[in-house]
Every structure is written in C-alpha cells, then in structure tokens.
C-alpha cells in the first residue's frame, strides 16, 4: 500500500426528509445570500425546491435562484452563475439535483473568486486556491460529486468535456434523502449505478500490491450495486435499496475505496470525449467504454481481472488458463449492464465508428501516453473506441 493523505470533510446528511434542514446547514457553514442552482423542473413540480426555500427562509437566509442546468453541464450556465454571484453578493452556493448541478456550481465557485476565465482551471492553465462554499441536495446516486472534490464540464465551443480536481470543491455539507430519487426513470437510474461502478473500477484496476482492505471495500460497493440496482428498477419505491445505491455512490467517489493505490481513470477520459462529441448520457457511454478497456488491458494484469470475476462476478476459476476467467469477468460485467438497459456498443450509444479519429484527437494526448493502470497511446486508444463500436454479448 502506497503513502496517502485522506481528507473528506463534507456533513453527511442522510434520510428521510433531510432536506428539510438545508437551512440549519447552509447557517454552520456561514452562508448568508445563497444561490440556489438546479436543473430542470423536476425539483419543482416534486416541491423539493420549496421545502429548500422554506429551510433557508426559516434561518433568515436570503437566496437567489439560478436554474436549467443541463446533463454534462454547459461553460455557459456557469458564466451566467459567475456574474449573478457577484451582482448579488452571493456567498455560498447550494446545488439542488444530481452530479450535473454539483459540478456546474463547483466551476461557479472558483470563478467568482477568480480575475479571469474560469476555464483556466480546466484547462489546467491555473491552479484553485479559493472557492465559494458549496452545499448539496442530491436527487440521483451517480456522480459522486456531493463527496468529492471534482467538477467535470463542458464547453460548448467544439463541445470540449474537462475536468478540475481540488479538496477546496468538496462540499461542506451533502444532504442526501433516497425518497427524492423514487421518481428517477429506470434508465437515469442505470446510467447512475453504471457510473458508481466505473468509480470504483477506475480505482480497482491498479498497480500497487498489498491493498487487500481497499480491495474488499471496492468489492463491496459493487457487489451492492449489482444487488441493488436491478430491485431499484423493478420497484423504483424500495426506500432500503435507494439507499444502500445513494450511499454506495457516495463512498464510491469520495476516495475510501481508493486511498494508498495507484488508480487509472483512462476510461472516464476516453467517455468524456463520446459525452462531450454526443452529448450522450455519461452512465452510457461508460457502459460502452469500460469492457472495452478491460478487453484491451486484461492481459498486465490476468491475476487481478481474475480476482474480479470470480470475488464480483462469481465466475469459476479455470486453474489451467486464467485468462478464460478474466474474459469471462468481462463478458459478465457487459451482460449485466445489458440488463439493467444499458448500451454495450457505438451502434446502442448512438456514436459512429467513423468518429474515432474525432475523438482520439479531442482526447488530446498526440504522440504522447496516458498515465495509470496501463500506458495508452493514441492508436491505443482509437483501439479501445473501435472494440468498444463493436461489443456484443
């Protein structure tokens, strides 16, 4: 096990009815003119909006309102949060929905405080070294984002998807109520724990030795998910398994599981490229992406795709050639993303195999390599897409 710093400092909130105590929250944290940022009008028609509003008006918090954030939220949305914040000296920021309304309030918050573009810290061209207080009122298991310090987001200029990492993003407080995801579509809900599951393998696939415990951690939210997820499809009301799949979203992303390991993440960079180029559902495209990379990589590491078929998956072990049970791992984790309705192939995604060279350039590496679990090259990648076009049961 490598050294490691874990720092997660975000509240907790969790149950039923804990949006109710938005206010109480926002007021430890020292927020007094709040912007309030969703997406949709679903979080309107529910009336979680307003018992919001009622929480922070009970406290004496005044608020402004900054709704329509879109799926792989827009540069756009942002800038007009920046410039709402200073015109109403805005100083906190509660995002009211999934991981999409989280990440676009992150990028508001280090661009209020920032002199230029607040795209400068996506592209890498500065470092955050001061941000707005978030807080969050989670409405779908996904992104992970209500524990975490990243923000991914997309610039609609040649649809770019980027991402900034900085323990400054980590919200102070995440209040979390699987009641509010009883009304989620079945699909969103599949996207959601596809994208929960890549988490944990983004950090599963690893070099380091001796990680036995953060092993066992990865294997235990995934065995949940593949547990719970199909219940939560067929009864969208199973308050016991909304919750196990919220807070297994939460620890999934929020770096437990991870911590003292090498991780990978060449798989959500490759994603980005399909959701930014398509505007596809992230979940999607990782359930297309994801098998692909394990079906090019397996092979560095045939011990640890065999651990996971056999621990996660419950494939039997072919002591004679392991490499069958690896491949088996992966024909499983593919089957079932194709049973809770997910996408395997370019064709189901809705991308196009004459779109690769696209998206390896906008993937950004040129003659260079990727880092984790194994080196990409370019072609490597273009590779990966091409199995990825491919995919079948």
């Known amino acids: 096990m490598d050294n490691f710093t874990f720092y997660s400092p975000t509240d907790f909130v969790f149950g039923r009815g804990t949006e109710n105590e938005s206010g109480k929250y926002v007021k430890k944290y020292g927020g007094t003119k709040v912007l309030i940022h969703y997406g949709s009008g679903s979080v309107v028609r529910s009336g979680l909006l307003d018992r919001v509003k009622k929480s922070l ?70 470092n955050v070294e001061k941000a707005l207080p978030i807080g969050t009122v989670l409405t779908i298991a996904a992104a992970g984002s209500e524990g975490s310090g990243a923000s991914v987001v997309t610039k609609e200029d040649g649809m770019l998807k980027r991402d900034v990492g900085s323990d400054l993003l980590r919200p102070k407080f995440s209040i979390l109520n699987p009641e509010l995801m009883f009304t989620l579509p079945a699909y969103q809900t599949a996207c959601g724990a596809t994208d929960i599951m890549a988490h944990v393998f983004e950090r599963y696939f690893t070099n380091t030795e001796e990680v036995e415990i953060t092993d066992r951690l990865c294997e235990a939210v995934l065995l949940t998910m593949i547990k719970e997820t199909p219940r939560v499809i067929a009864d969208p009301e199973n308050y016991g398994a909304r919750a196990n799949m919220m807070w297994a979203g939460t620890v999934a992303h929020n770096d437990i599981v991870g911590v003292g390991r090498s991780q990978d993440w060449n798989s959500h960079g490759i994603e980005h490229e399909l959701s930014g180029l398509y505007d596809c559902a992230h979940g ?88 984790g679990f194994v080196r990409l090259s370019a072609k490597d990648i273009a590779e990966i897409y091409k199995i990825a076009a491919h995919a079948t049961l």
Request: proline share 4%; with cysteine; hydrophobic share 40%.
């Open 57 to 126: 008006e009970a406290e004496g918090i005044a608020y402004v309102e900054l709704g329509g954030v879109q799926p792989n939220p827009r540069d756009t949305k942002i800038y007009e949060g920046i410039e709402l914040c200073r015109k109403e000296n805005v100083d906190f920021i509660l995002s009211v929905g999934g991981g999409s309304c989280i990440d676009s309030a992150k990028g508001i918050a280090i661009g209020v405080l920032y002199d230029g573009d607040f795209w400068d810290f996506y592209e890498r061209k500065a």
């Open 284 to 371: 999607a495209g990782l359930a297309v992406i994801m098998p692909a990379w394990m079906e090019f990589v397996y092979k560095h590491d045939v011990n640890r795709f065999v651990q996971m078929a056999t621990r996660v998956f419950g494939c039997e072990l072919d002591e004679e050639n392991p490499e069958n049970t690896a491949r088996a791992g992966i024909r499983a984790f593919r089957q079932f993303l194709h049973d809770i309705g997910m996408p395997i192939n370019f064709t189901e995604l809705g991308a196009k195999e004459e779109d690769i060279p696209v998206l390896v350039e906008k993937f950004g590496i040129g003659d260079g390599l990727t880092w």
